[in-house]
């Protein structure tokens, strides 16, 4: 696949020639940096470290409705995502579009999606590399990713100073190229080379890591283990960590009144440490309190995932790290893992 | 400063009686110059309580956050204490609590600490964002200290602090069993001044400013979970059928939830500003329990957790209670 280059003062234009389709790109809300769809090129905001919250919901939005109903009527008025159109979702982290390739395993698993994959099927993501680890809790080199990882991405950017080394990964990259030939450049025949060693420089710059050797085939073993208690003691029973975790996919199906006689069954995001998480109808809790739902949160991504999909359901992304209100911190967890004995 | 050698040998001494189950303190967080909860149960764990500007968390919540299990047959309940830190603000937490009859009084053992201040989190990110070692926050006079890595560095105290606390009336805290130190006299006041600033604004601009908020909310819910106030066996949140709050986020059911939590805190609140702190996308919701609180003072002349023998607001009637702005 081809290499290119963008000029950062054709950057503008290239995201305005990128608005015909549905652009989502990060912005900011306040000082807060999002991924929204954007309107003009002004909007997006490009010295961003990472986003709060990742991109995932353009793929797997967080309320989905997936028919309408009336009373009386009993015609479903069903959800067409292809009226959501052809999606760009440009200057997404390598870990966040990695965590979308893991995600769509699931997907596409013993039931196909047909919401998710469809909406996959019509997105094309653009990454921008991470020259500088965005945090200090990234740790994507040690559950296989990479600060310019292309591993779900059909179009990876790379922050050269005056410019962005634009490479083309899929049909899709090579397509969306096409449409920004009035933009591309020929790159510099040492770029590559240029970028292979700030890819090394910047994998460098990684402060945390764990090594994951074991850990899947460790945990069922842990099960009534005392860590358990002691990781989870601290917890709210926030939805924090797996709302913000770019993997988390997990999603409860709800019917909702609009109007008198009118409503509309939507699934949304849910949360393995909400106290309601999988109550059954009959009151029990299979997870009781918050040391089994900490469980759960571990097993689900360092455990389950790898058993059935051979992939560890984490990118390092950092983000449950960051933003736990009480210092849990998913490496550290993993720590007394290796040690629990 | 607290002296950590003295909270030590306190914490030993509370976890070692016998009617004492758990004590809530802090301990080094794992990276940066983070804290976090600590739950001792017996006196070797004592050893690495701290107590610093960094120990921001509330620990009332967890006295209400507690898990309830099904005691199994041919076992008792364990009734013995709680014994929990807190600092001025936090403390406010637990009288109202307990005014509210959340649990009596016996069931926990309060450790007072008079607290200078806590810096906010995000503020200290901001300025140190690669700090990964453990590092350590201490006030010296006006400044703190932040020591991490081998290197320290003096800040000035206001560049850090919390907000909640330049207008701290409360530094030691107004319910205790121990005091670890001397009492902190009142160092600020509250005039309610950004409140006020608030209120000249127009509604339309008001709105602008709330939606832009509301809208990117993710309902995580740690507003609430880690709020000490929000202890609802069956939260209105939960209810199903019939589903007073619908689960999907967006605008609409966003700000219905921010403002029915925000009105169940009416008179409630005790303004330890914990929900703004923990809210991942920044939503300043002390703004909205802080008009709540001024409204409360101004019409009531009421003040939540500051008196346990205060009923709360809303569970009592006076004839003299204004109502002129009702009609």
Not at chain 1, 174 to 180: I, Q, V, W
Not at chain 1, 198 to 207: E, P, Q, T, V
Not at chain 2, 118 to 139: N, S, T, W, Y
Not at chain 2, 182 to 200: C, I, S, T
Request: proline share 5%; net charge negative.
């Amino acid at each position: 696949m081809a290499v290119k280059k963008l000029s950062k003062e054709k950057l503008g234009e290239a995201l305005g020639e990128l608005s015909k389709f549905r652009l989502i790109a990060p912005a900011k809300s306040d000082d807060v940096v999002v991924f929204k769809q954007i309107g003009d090129a002004g909007e997006a905001f490009l010295g961003y470290g990472n986003s709060t919250v990742p991109p995932k919901k353009f793929a797997f939005p967080q309320t989905e409705t997936l028919f309408r109903f009336v009373v009386g009527n009993p015609e479903l008025n069903e959800k067409n995502v292809e009226e959501e159109g052809t999606t760009v979702i440009f200057g997404l982290r390598p870990c966040d579009a990695r965590a979308m390739a893991i995600v769509d395993k699931l997907f596409s698993w013993d039931f196909e999606d047909p919401y998710y994959l469809k909406r996959r099927e019509l997105t094309t993501l653009v990454g921008m590399a991470c020259v500088e680890p965005p945090s200090v809790n990234c740790f994507c080199a040690s559950v296989g990713g990479n600060p310019f990882g292309t591993e779900g991405l059909d179009m990876l950017l790379t922050d050269m100073g005056d410019y962005y080394l634009v490479q083309e990964l899929t049909d899709k990259g090579k397509k969306l190229a096409e449409t920004l030939s009035a933009q591309l450049e020929d790159a510099a025949a040492d770029d590559e080379k240029k970028a292979e060693q700030m890819a090394l420089d910047a994998k460098g710059k990684i402060r945390r890591s764990i090594d994951t050797a074991g850990i899947p085939e460790k945990l069922p073993d842990l099960w009534e283990n005392e860590l358990w208690k002691k990781v989870s003691a601290a917890c709210l029973g926030c939805g924090i960590c797996t709302y913000l975790c770019p993997t988390c996919h997990c999603f409860d199906i709800q019917d909702e009144v609009e109007e008198m006689g009118e409503g509309r069954r939507c699934r949304m995001w849910d949360s393995c440490m909400f106290g309601e998480y999988t109550v059954h109808a009959s009151g029990h809790n299979p997870r009781p309190t918050r040391k089994e739902r900490t469980r759960n949160r571990i097993n689900h991504k360092y455990s389950y995932y790898p058993e059935h999909f051979e992939v560890i359901a984490c990118v390092g992304c950092g983000r449950c790290i960051n933003l736990c209100p009480v210092n849990i911190d998913i490496l550290d967890i993993l720590d007394q893992v290796v040690d629990a004995s | 400063m607290v002296d950590l050698t003295k909270l030590r040998e306190m914490a030993k001494e509370v976890i070692s009686r016998e009617d004492v189950r758990e004590l809530i303190g802090y301990r080094p967080g794992t990276y940066g110059f983070r804290v976090r909860p600590a739950f001792v149960t017996g006196p070797d764990d004592a050893d690495d309580l701290v107590f610093t500007p960094a120990c921001v968390n509330n620990l009332a919540s967890y006295i209400v956050l507690e898990e309830k299990l099904p005691v199994k047959r041919g076992e008792e309940p364990d009734l013995r204490k709680v014994a929990v830190m807190v600092k001025g603000c936090d403390s406010r937490a637990l009288l109202q609590q307990m005014e509210e009859k959340a649990y009596p009084r016996e069931r926990i053992l309060v450790l007072g600490i008079p607290c200078t201040g806590v810096v906010d989190m995000a503020k200290v990110q901001a300025r140190f964002p690669d700090v990964l070692e453990v590092g350590e926050i201490a006030l010296e006079g006006e400044k703190l200290v932040l020591s991490a890595g081998g290197t320290k560095e003096e800040v000035p105290k206001e560049e850090l602090l919390a907000d909640k606390c330049t207008r701290c009336r409360y530094p030691t805290p107004l319910v205790y069993d121990e005091l670890l130190d001397a009492e902190v006299e009142r160092f600020a006041d509250d005039d309610y001044a950004d409140v006020a600033e608030m209120e000249k604004r127009s509604a339309a601009d008001k709105w602008a400013y709330w939606e832009e908020k509301f809208n990117r909310c993710i309902r995580c819910y740690s507003c609430r979970n880690v709020c000490p106030m929000c202890y609802c066996e069956d939260c209105v949140l939960l209810r199903l059928q019939p589903q007073w709050m619908r689960r999907s986020v967006d605008l609409s059911e966003n700000t219905a939830y921010h403002i029915s939590r925000a009105y169940h805190l009416a008179g409630r609140c005790i303004q330890c500003g914990e929900c703004q702190r923990v809210c991942p996308v920044d939503i300043p919701l002390m703004e909205l329990n802080r008009k709540f609180s001024k409204d409360v003072l101004e019409l009531y002349d009421y003040e939540p957790g500051t008196d346990v023998e205060n009923p709360p607001l809303l569970s009592t009637f006076k004839v003299e209670d204004r109502e002129d702005f009702i009609m």
